[in-house]
């Protein structure tokens, strides 16, 4: 491949591109329609009422959920047309979950090496050399040999980042990542994600956190019964939301 | 012959015919557990999966192991299927049976401890790239057999003396070989005392084996245990 043509395509195709994307739960439909891209770099905010279909949309992205129709890019693979392995292309995207899930069977550093060990193939030297690394950033290097369920909401959360990156993901997938947290560990885990958004991550973000949005996003989209009803660059949503329904709910979010 | 005769209790405690015996029983209940496990687990997978042709030859399955008697199984195998042609001898039949039968309650034990673990476990294991197979081996199944050591050590417990069962077929086990021995003096109280203590014996060293099997496997679980074995 030439490296110029390399570049400039990398730099235009969306990281993640969700298009026209329709999902039913049997006879309920909670995706309606639903488009989005994320480029390179982007931070989007995703935040809405619940049972909005937020979490869904995020796990369709990665096809942990599949999708009824539409269809959804990951820098240009499709991962519905069944000619990418699904595993592989999620290997790129990372996860973090409300709950953390952290496998609570192995200690820290396990969690960060088994994926870059079975899944990446990396020599366990290599694995642990990166787990490492990325505990120290995030502050935990003193767990590693701790089991999670030893570990604070918050210390866990952090390490569930660092498992995350471990895959050296083109992606980081958030979904409600401080909603389970105790209010004293919030910050902890948001500072980790602003350095993150800070260091160019492309990263796609379900919360409610709207000072986090008010810093580091470049757009939010705000979802309500399925459908994506706003995506707007962050200053605009802030100062001037389209919708009445997006303005109900940011009066009733920033009022407490 | 009336009474009790400490001279022959004690000399049956320690007859090597008999420990021959036990050990036997031994032998065929960690086969039976072992491989039993084995099939159990594919049973459970089958009976979990969404496909009607793999779920639905596996709950026929358990419902027919289940709903019929080990003694009229071993009796079927053993004495039954030569009628068609298809003979096994005595161990053959005996581990087969026990081995059939087993896997069915086992496979009840293996889906309940799967279905345990919860959908994020799953979904995190998938999210970093996992194919099935590996969320299985190293997300699901170590998670579902630290849920799933309780009842089978129990199961354990019961097939160590479900074993004499076989001795119907004349298996030659621990209470086959207590009454085989009868016939030398007469001494039933005495041989049948020491049978129970053998099967005793053997269920309690399990119970033990058990308990240091769980601590081992609930380790991560015990919010003390890392503090204390920093490394
Ligand atoms: N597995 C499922 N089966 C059936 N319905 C589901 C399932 N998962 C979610 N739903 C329904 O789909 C809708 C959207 O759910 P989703 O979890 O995506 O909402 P959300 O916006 O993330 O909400 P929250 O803020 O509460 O997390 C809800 O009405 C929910 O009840
Ligand atoms: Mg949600």
Redesign the pocket.
Known sequence: MNAADGTSARATTPVVEIRGVDKW??T?Q??KGCSLSVARGEVVVVC????????????CVNAL?PVNTGDVLIEGTSITDGKASLSKLRARVGMVF?HFELFPHMSVLENLCIGQEKVLKRKSEEARDKAMGLLARVGMTAHAGKYPLQLSGGQQQRIAIARALAMDPIAMLF??PT?ALDPEMITEVLDVMVSLAQEGMTMMV?T?EMGFARKVADRVVF?DR?EIVEDTPKARFFEDPQSDRAKAFLSKILSH | MKGWHWDGFFEYLTNGYLIEGALVTLGLTVFSIFFGLILGFVIAVMRMSKYKLLSAPAYFYTWIMRGTPLLVQLIIIYTGLPQLGIKFTVVESTLIGLTLNEAAYLSEIVRAGIAAVSRGQVNAARAIGMTPFQVMRYVVAPQAFRIIIPPLGNSVNGVLKTTSIASIISMEELLRRTQVLIQERFLVLELFVVAAIYYLIMTTAWEFIQRRIERRFGRAYDPQAGLVEQR
């Open positions: 739960y049997s309920f909670v995706l809405g009422p619940s049972g909005s279909g937020k979490s869904t949309l995020i796990k959920e409300q979904d409600e909603s379900v409610h979802m399925g």
